[in-house]
Nanobody, 124 residues
Framework: QVQLAESGGGLVQAGGSLRLSCATS????????VGWFRQAPGKERECVAA????????YMKDSAKGRFTISRDNAKNTVYLQMNSLEPEETAAYYC?????????????????WGQGTQVTVSS
């Protein structure tokens, strides 16, 4: 079992930045592909970005390109999502996910483990 814990969400004005973190106590975290997803009320969960085991970018949502950065520190068993120039429509609960595979893409079905989520609210 892999337990994931997100942090770093909050309220930010449009154009602002947040850095989300997702930590696990699992020492073999480096064997998992990871991703960040978000879900707004009444909408489906969507992938924002994903990384392979080795840290290679495997997916970035088009609207996030140039503004968001996903990274991982396997020594700290942590994955990050740096979000810049946030927009009100990006208000959502953000989730990190891990899949026991070399790499994974934007489908939630590729990930077996999920965190509880952290709320991001972008005010206009």
């Amino acid at each position: 079992q892999v337990q994931l814990a997100e942090s770093g969400g909050g309220l930010v004005q449009a154009g602002g930045s947040l850095r989300l973190s997702c930590a696990t106590s699992r020492r073999t975290f480096g064997t998992f592909a990871v991703g960040w997803f978000r879900q707004a009320p009444g909408k489906e969960r969507e992938c924002v970005a994903a990384l392979s085991r080795s840290g290679r970018l495997t997916y970035m949502k088009d609207s996030a390109k140039g503004r968001f950065t996903i990274s991982r520190d396997n020594a700290k068993n942590t994955v990050y999502l740096q979000m810049n120039s946030l927009e009100p429509e990006e208000t959502a609960a953000y989730y990190c996910a891990a899949g026991f595979t070399v790499s994974a893409g934007p489908s939630p079905n590729e990930y077996a483990y999920w965190g509880q989520g952290t709320q991001v609210t972008v005010s206009s």
